[in-house]
């Protein structure tokens, strides 16, 4: 018996539950099974490293992440160890193979490797929380702990849906640029204290709460306000616009290719998302309240509304 889910683009077939998740189906996206297997099992499908790992960091958990591409054009994940996860060449099926048991390595699993499955099916991504706004959905990128989801919980306790909370998923289509919403999960720190309302606690991991939250997005959206955030003890509340180009974000673009025709791509769909979003740098102080930056936010989309109706008008 197979769950059917969506997250990141990818209309999801697995064969276990997804902690946190609400079952859904969306045929036009691309499908990819989830198959629990045994650590053995995953050994014997896996081709074997083609050269050096294309990437290899440490996690807010304190665990490892590595990623592999294989002889057979597979990917290997390798989480700690607590986990791996073979994506094949296809890209239609993710084998799971946990080392222990728990939530780790389904944190892990919907909030890291899914993300890179997706990127790795042709998406782009950018390093952003996400809410969705009357207006559209409103990013904001910045550099770890810098307050995206501290931000981003304020703008939900106004009633906007979560829409992603670490990583945005972009797709440039005929239309234009189209944003699909990520899992419904939110690692909320210590610092804040009430969760009930926003959704249901799942567990605490690394010394946070790991939330799924009740109000989320369903279905792709367009993006409205993409806001660059900066704290720092020098700095004074403000927003400023910022001229439509890509080039402010590239610090933000998630990816690993490096091949020339996906470059191009991703330039495209960036200039493309800048032709119709606003691009805002966002400002704050150390002792400066969410809900201040909530605030500004706001303010910021109403200006912008309001000379968008006068251009038009």
Sequence with gaps: ????YVAYGLQLH????????????????PALALELSSPHELDACWSGPDGPPQWRGTLGDGADLTIERGTDGDTLFTYGKRARYRLDAPHRTLHCAPWQDGLHWQQA??????????????????HASAVESPAGVVAVAASSGMGKTTLALELMQRGWPLFADDVLTLSLTPTGVRAHPGAPHMNIAGSVTETRALGTMLGTLAGERWVAARNTTRGDRPVRLVCLLERGRHLHLRAERLPSSPLPL?????GLSSEAERERHRFSLYAELMSSATLVTLEAGEADRPEELADLIERTL????TAAHEVFS
């Excluded at 859904?24 to 996206?29: D, G, M, N, S, W």
């Excluded at 699993?109 to 950018?126: D, T």
């Excluded at 590239?250 to 998630?254: E, I, N, T």
């Design 302 to 305: 109403e200006l912008d509304e």
């Design 14 to 29: 697995s064969s276990f539950p997804l902690p946190g998740m609400t079952p859904q189906t969306a045929e036009v996206l």
């Design 250 to 254: 590239a610090p933000y673009m998630l």
């Design 109 to 126: 699993l919907l909030g890291r490797i899914l993300p890179n499955v997706s990127l790795a099916s042709g998406y782009e991504a950018l």
């Design 1 to 4: 018996m197979r769950t059917r």
